[in-house]
């Protein structure tokens, strides 16, 4: 069995607006496409197993198209983006990945035929257009991305966003036996940081017109926190999902953090659903 870390299909015709917020990450979703982020730097032979995963995608979606007697048009056919820290220019050239005038310093193309692009997240300039992706490198870019993120304006809603997945991130590490001195330094830059959308969190609930005591402005935050935990890992908080976010909050914070990042949807129903 081979899994492919993000394989993310637009489903529009027209990209919207608002794509241009995500910058170099915005322009790469346009299209259908396999997303392969690497936490080490890709060496030939990960690469060689992410073109394996697109070439079998690929053929796929041309059997189908086949029974189905469509024709499958070229723009549907996914990209590869293959996000790696570092690469050796001894790598790029075995892989005749060239750079394009029309796109950032650092991604890097392979043969058209391919659809397959190498993102090095190290090369990119620091800008805001890069900043959703240098935020997955690691080391002094990572660290620098985060500040970053850090100094926008809490309003912003891709901030907030961010920041739940990157304390998703965080604790996922904390589960770890194997952590690197990296990764250590990763979770201690990153808790006062979710401390401070937490307490922002709650001060905006109070500000909406709870005044019904301190608690009630803890609980309110600890519902929206649930929420974007859930939306992190599901990708929406449907009907289901949504009547499980009481029951849930009956537990304290400590016990029901672990189960929002390692349960499975069908797992959390289970628990807390009304037939248990």
């Known amino acids: 069995m081979r899994e ?99 796109w950032l310093p650092g991604v890097y193309f392979l043969a058209k035929t391919f659809r397959t692009v190498i993102v090095v997240l190290h090369q990119l300039p620091r800008t805001q257009e890069t900043l959703w992706l240098r935020v997955m490198s690691r080391g002094k870019v990572q660290r620098q991305a985060i500040d970053e993120l850090e100094a926008m304006p809490e309003n912003n809603p891709l901030r907030s966003q961010t920041l739940s997945l990157l304390y998703n991130l965080q604790k996922n590490l904390e589960f770890r036996q194997d952590l690197r001195k990296g990764d250590r ?20 609930g109070e500000q909406r017109g709870i005044q019904q005591g301190i608690q009630q402005g803890v609980q309110q935050g600890e519902r929206l926190i649930v929420n974007n935990l859930l939306q992190v890992r599901f990708g929406d908080v449907d009907e289901e999902l949504g009547a499980i976010i009481e029951p849930i909050l009956a537990l304290p914070p400590e016990e029901f953090t672990p189960m929002l990042l390692q349960l499975s949807r069908e797992e959390l129903l289970a628990r807390f659903g009304q037939s248990s």
């Open 4 to 102: 492919i870390d993000v394989w993310f299909d637009p489903n529009f015709d027209t990209p919207p607006s608002n794509l241009g917020n995500l910058g170099l990450l915005g322009r790469m979703v346009q299209t259908p496409a396999l997303i392969e982020p690497f936490r080490n730097a890709a060496n030939a032979d990960e690469i060689c197993d992410c073109l394996l995963k697109l070439l079998e995608v690929r053929g796929e979606l041309k059997r189908e198209a086949k029974r189905n007697q469509l024709k499958l048009p070229r723009t549907k056919l996914p990209k590869l983006w293959i996000l790696t820290p570092t690469a050796s220019a001894t790598l790029l050239g075995d892989l005749d990945a060239k750079v394009d005038k029309r």
């Open 185 to 204: 330094k990763l979770i201690m830059r990153l808790a006062p940081l979710y401390q401070q959308e937490r307490e922002q969190i709650l001060l905006e």
